[in-house]
C-alpha cells in the first residue's frame, strides 16, 4: 500500500483552489461512498462532496492528480484486512485545537456522505445507526481545547481511535460483500 497522504500538503494544495476543500471533509465524504458502494469512481465521489461548486476543468492538473490519488489511496487503505485504516487529519505534533477541528470535519463528510446513500438510518444495520448518531455528537464537539491538558489529548486519541473504529465497522457493515457470515463487527 502507498503512503499516506500528508494533510497539510492537501490542505496548501487545496488552498490554491476557489472551492472550499478541506482534506479531512472530502476524506471522511470518501470513506462513507465507498462504504456504501465500492465501485465509486473519483467524479462520483467529488460531485457528491462539492455538489454544484465543482467544475472539474477549473482543477489545475498537480491538484486533480493528488485527489485522484487520495481516491486511490483511500479506497486501498479502507479495504485493507489488517486493520489499518488511518483517518485523514494532521500529524501528531500538529495543535491538538487543528487535530480535534479535522477529526470534527471528518466526522461531518462522513456523516454527510451516509446521508447521501441511506435516506432512512433506521434501515440501516444497528452498529451503523449507532456511529451515525454518534458522530453527530462528534461533530458538535468543542474544538478549542487546552493544549497544555494532558487529560484533552487523550480524550483526543480515544475520540479518534472512536471514529477510525466506527469508520472500519460501517465499511465492514456496508459494503457489497458485507462481513462473513457470524463474524462479529467492531
Known amino acids: 500500500m502507498a503512503d499516506a497522504p500528508h494533510y497539510d500538503t ?3 494544495q487545496f ?21 456504501f458502494d465500492a465501485e465509486t469512481d473519483p467524479e462520483a465521489w467529488l460531485r457528491a ?3 454544484d461548486s465543482l467544475e472539474m476543468h477549473e482543477l489545475d492538473g498537480e491538484l486533480r492528480q493528488s485527489l485522484y490519488w487520495l481516491f486511490d489511496w483511500t479506497r486501498d487503505n479502507l479495504s485493507a484486512e489488517d486493520f489499518a485504516f488511518l483517518l485523514l487529519v494532521p500529524d501528531d505534533d500538529a495543535p491538538l485545537t487543528d487535530r ?3 477529526l470534527v470535519a471528518w466526522s461531518a463528510g462522513f456523516s454527510a456522505g451516509i446521508g447521501q446513500r441511506a435516506s432512512d438510518l433506521d434501515l440501516l444495520p444497528p452498529e451503523v445507526g449507532e456511529f451515525v448518531t454518534d458522530l453527530a455528537e462528534v461533530i458538535r464537539a468543542d474544538t478549542e481545547v487546552d493544549e497544555a491538558d494532558p487529560e484533552a ?3 483526543y486519541w480515544e475520540l479518534a481511535e472512536y471514529v477510525r473504529l466506527g469508520a472500519m465497522t460501517v465499511f465492514e457493515a456496508m459494503s457489497p460483500a458485507g462481513p462473513p457470515e457470524g463474524a462479529p463487527l467492531h
Request: aromatic share 0%; proline share 6%.
Open 49 to 51: 462532496a462539492l455538489g
Open 10 to 12: 492537501l490542505r496548501e
Open 153 to 155: 489529548e487523550e480524550q
Open 15 to 35: 488552498s490554491s483552489t476557489p472551492m472550499a476543500l478541506n482534506p479531512a471533509e472530502l476524506h471522511g465524504v470518501l470513506c462513507a461512498l465507498l462504504s
Open 100 to 102: 480535534l477541528a479535522a
